[in-house]
């Protein structure tokens, strides 16, 4: 864990999410072919019938707000970009890149508002995508729940298998819900699996938090991409050995300690922005997929951009 140490510790670099978890290329072999005849151009309606199938918004938490942002649906997409936060570093980037669309997991309105004047950031925003003509659409919890989403793609990264949610989806397939849980191929050391967590997530100044025993052997691994500290119970109850997840705040992380009295589950704390992106190359692969499926020819590029807020870090 010497690599972290001194990541975290660089107060001159802001890490690019890039550095440690670099994007596999997508394959031909992963992505297929249009199924018949020359592909055509996509109508923004083309791509959110695509978006429906692999992330439909019956299965957002009640409080979200996913779907269309900025955009109509008469409008042609060529190129989408993908990203976990709409920042305006985001916004400016994807516009560089000649997007049509940005894909963005993080809502930019979550909650009701009265103007989109361009002296906020948020109002400033919503005029720099109008203007430029780059459509937003928001994949938040409807993606996190999916099959092949935010969750499946963590547990993907960190190797388990045999995976069902933590907390089942509402009128949703037994595959479809809230965080994962799933064993790894065989037992490992504590510190061996953060180590592999680090590894496989993006670079950020904040590292990966652990508490538990270093040399304790798991193998059932529960997550949750992003915040997950309201899903304690359901760790619990599928007895897991260790809990990956984000933000974890004082208290609820303190009582699950003492609730484990030193035993499972382990927690390991790591950045939100991180444990999101990576879903983002295997989003893409599965749109790129989808819309070629309905004969259409679209380009779809991940935002490389490290939005997590934090900086650097200072530790003893
Ligand atoms: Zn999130």
């Known amino acids: ?14 890490p690019s999410a890039a550095q440690a978890a670099t994007l596999k290329p997508v394959s031909d072999e992963e992505v297929k072919q249009p199924s ?7 109508t923004l309606g083309n791509v959110l019938e695509a978006v429906e199938e692999l992330w439909p ?9 996913v779907g269309l942002v900025t955009g109509r649906s008469s409008q042609q997409v060529t190129k989408i970009v993908m990203a976990v936060d709409p920042t305006s570093e985001v916004i400016e980037d994807a516009i560089q ?28 925003a919503i005029h720099r995508l109008i203007e430029t003509g780059t459509a937003l659409l928001t994949a938040h919890t409807n993606a996190d729940n999916a099959i092949g989403g935010v969750n499946d ?23 479809e819900g809230l965080g994962r849980v799933g064993y790894l191929d065989k037992p490992m050391k504590l510190e061996d ?33 992003g915040a997950g500290d309201s899903l304690f ?38 950045s939100h922005f991180a444990s999101e992106w990576v879903w983002l190359s ?18 779809i590029e991940v935002s490389q951009i490290n939005s997590d807020p934090w900086d650097f870090v200072l530790t003893p």
Not at 153 to 175: M, N
Not at 193 to 222: C, D, H, N
């Open 97 to 124: 890149r000649g997007a049509d669309l940005l894909i963005t997991h993080h809502p930019l309105l979550l909650r009701g508002v009265t103007q989109v004047a361009g002296t906020s950031f948020k109002g400033e």
């Open 193 to 225: 699996f953060a180590e592999r967590v680090y590894t496989v997530l993006p670079a950020v100044a904040g590292g990966v938090r652990v508490a538990g025993e270093r040399s304790g052997i798991i193998r059932k691994v529960a997550l949750c991409g």
């Open 233 to 270: 119970d359901a760790v619990r109850s599928h007895e897991a050995d260790v809990y990956v997840t984000a933000d974890l705040r004082h208290h609820p992380a303190s009582e699950a300690r003492e609730a484990a009295n030193g035993g499972f589950p382990y927690l390991i704390d790591v």
């Open 282 to 299: 295997a989003g893409a692969r599965a749109l790129q997929n989808v819309l070629n499926d309905l004969g259409h020819a679209v380009e």
């Open 36 to 42: 018949d005849g020359a592909p055509a151009a996509a």
């Open 1 to 14: 864990m010497q690599s972290k140490a001194n990541n975290s510790q660089d107060p001159d670099k802001k």
């Open 57 to 65: 918004k019956t299965l957002a938490e009640d409080w979200d707000a």
């Open 153 to 175: 793609a963590l547990a993907d990264a960190f190797g388990l298998k045999d995976c069902v949610p933590l907390v089942h989806s509402k009128d949703g397939l037994p595959e």
